[in-house]
């Protein structure tokens, strides 16, 4: 039987869409002068995790209440950790990297490496000088995300199903409750839940 070892499943934690199209989590509307304060009212009742899905055009918008709230807020004994994902595509690179030449010191980072294909190449992400800097200096936790098999990923994407949802045998689609499937998805979960377990300080309050 699978051990799932979520690091904070037996936290209360909420999950936020900050682009309004995140399903069944919690939507907040971005772009009114005060609305990133939902933050604060939210942890000062007690919730210890929230994970914010930063959308398209959200960006701006947060890096603003953000310069603006950072200082208060972190004198409450509130941390922030960033979460980039970088690909072999240098375009990812640099968006994590103009991030962090906003946030600085002023956040935790976790960076996910994620393997869009089968023999994915960071090079450079691991090479390039700046990247190298930015690891020196912020000392990221490095998070790795395999690629998934596109017999796979192509009908969880296409049906709009989660990955844990297949691993469950959670799902109306016939050609995802293929045992083959399934175990691939176990199999994806498992290590994925691994390298969240090796982070898990970067989240854990």
Known sequence: METLRYPWERLETEYWGLNGDNGTVTKVNIHTSAGLDAFVDHLDGGTPIILADMGAGAGQVAADWFDSMHEDVAATGVSFTAVGVVTPDPASVESLLAWASRLQDRVHYVVVENATSALADFTYWKLTEQA????????????QMEFRLAELENPIRQHGVQLGQVADRKVRVDELKRASLVMRAQSYRRRLFAEFDRAREAFLP
């Not at 800097?133 to 936790?141: C, G, L, T, V, Y």
């Open 132 to 143: 190298l800097r930015f690891r020196e200096i912020f000392s990221p936790e490095v998070l």
